[in-house]
C-alpha cells in the first residue's frame, strides 16, 4: 500500500505565507511525479502546481510568480511554498503522486487526504 501524508496547511491572512509538505510512503519502486491540486465546495479539483522526477514544474495561471513547487526525489516528499496568498487561495489542498510501487506495475496516481488553507482577514 501506498500513503500520502501531508501537513502545513492552516489559517493565515492575505499577504502571508504557507509551506505544504507531503511525504509518501509505503510501497514504492519509483514517483515520477508529485503535485498539489485543490478544490472548493461546488467546484471541480484544480491543479496547483507539479514537479516531475527529472525537475519540470508546471504551475496554475493563478499561482505563477506566488507558489514554488520542488521534489526530494531521495525522500519521496514535494513541497508547495504559498506565498503572497489571497483570499481566492481557500480550499483543501490535496497531494497528488503518480508512481509505480513495482517494477512491472503501471504508473498510477495516488491522493492524500487533503489539508485546508484558509486565507481571510
Known amino acids: 500500500q501506498v500513503q500520502l501524508v501531508e501537513s502545513g496547511g492552516g489559517s493565515v491572512q492575505p499577504g502571508g505565507s504557507l509551506r505544504l509538505s507531503c511525504a509518501a510512503s509505503g510501497n514504492i519502486f519509483v514517483i515520477w511525479r508529485m503535485g498539489w491540486y485543490r478544490q472548493v465546495p461546488g467546484k471541480e479539483r484544480e491543479l496547483v502546481a507539479t514537479v516531475a522526477r527529472g525537475g519540470v514544474t508546471e504551475y496554475a495561471d493563478s499561482v505563477k510568480d506566488r507558489f514554488t513547487i520542488s521534489m526530494n526525489n531521495d525522500k519521496n516528499t514535494v513541497w508547495l511554498q504559498a506565498d503572497s496568498l489571497k483570499p481566492e487561495d481557500t480550499a483543501v489542498y490535496y497531494c497528488?503522486?503518480?508512481?509505480?510501487?513495482?517494477?512491472?506495475?503501471?504508473?498510477?496516481?495516488?491522493w492524500g487526504q487533503g489539508t485546508q488553507v484558509t486565507v481571510s482577514s
Open positions: 497528488n503522486a503518480v508512481l509505480q510501487f513495482r517494477i512491472d506495475s503501471l504508473p498510477s496516481a495516488y
